[in-house]
T-cell receptor
Framework: EDKVVQSPLSLVVHEGDTVTLNCSYE??????LLWYKQEKKAPTFLFML????IEKKSGRLSSILDKKELFSILNITATQTGDSAIYLC???????????FGPGTRLSVLP | DSGVTQTPKHLITATGQRVTLRCSPR?????VYWYQQSLDQGLQFLIQ???????AKGNILERFSAQQFPDLHSELNLSSLELGDSALYFC?????????????????FGSGTRLTVV
């Protein structure tokens, strides 16, 4: 059964801290891995990763994929209170695009 | 606004009842996906439709059914509701499926319907 595991499940930091969120997966096939940020309602897209070792970057957020070790990390530097959210990792195992989501990491950034 | 519209936003109903959740995909998207998100389960894939046809099924209960209409909007029907069905139900849409690289497009999520069964 396809599985996505995220750690930690919950994290509390102060503004300015740097955090690393982890995502590991076991799937029969692998097409891509995506990171989403979920605040109050709909998850919003952050990154899509398909190749190992290529860092994707957007402002203070960056992510990288290791297809050999089957994991990805999402880094957030100089955290702000607006980064408080649930961060979801999802893996697409096949063309059918039935993404398998991890449980999410709930990040709380305190002022 | 993501372009994916879900109605209603909130729904409160009693056990044993039946409800219908509606989703209009983003313009141009042919695939619609339904997900259930509860506190202890995370986002669980229910079902996918592509251009009116069921394409994939996940952990969808027999009491639940869905369809996609010719105008591509989709409805998720939940019947014989139980307390445990209380959750946030998301619809997402994407471009073509079964197309090389289609998996790279990811999803666009609607704002969800919060269902509370009392």
């Amino acid at each position: 059964e396809d599985k996505v595991v995220q750690s930690p499940l919950s994290l509390v930091v102060h503004e300015g801290d740097t955090v690393t969120l982890n995502c590991s997966y076991e799937v029969t096939n692998f097409r891509s891995l995506l990171w989403y940020k979920q605040e109050k309602k709909a998850p919003t897209f952050l990154f899509m990763l398909t190749s190992s070792g290529i860092e994707k970057k957007s402002g203070r957020l960056s992510s990288i994929l290791d297809k050999k070790e089957l994991f990805s990390i999402l880094n957030i530097t100089a955290t702000q209170t607006g980064d408080s959210a649930i961060y979801l990792c999802a893996v697409c195992p096949n063309y059918g695009q039935n993404f398998v989501f991890g449980p999410g990491t709930r990040l709380s950034v305190l002022p | 606004d993501s372009g994916v519209t879900q109605t209603p936003k909130h729904l409160i109903t009693a056990t044993g009842q039946r409800v219908t959740l509606r989703c209009s995909p983003r313009s141009g998207d042919l695939s619609v996906y339904w997900y259930q998100q509860s506190l202890d389960q995370g986002l669980q894939f229910l079902i996918q439709y592509y251009n009116g046809e069921e394409r994939a099924k996940g952990n969808i209960l027999e009491r639940f059914s869905a369809q996609q209409f010719p105008d591509l909007h989709s409805e998720l029907n939940l019947s014989s509701l139980e307390l445990g069905d209380s959750a946030l139900y998301f619809c997402a849409s994407s471009l073509l499926t079964d197309h090389p690289g289609a998996a790279d497009y990811g999803y666009t999520f609607g704002s969800g319907t919060r269902l509370t069964v009392v």
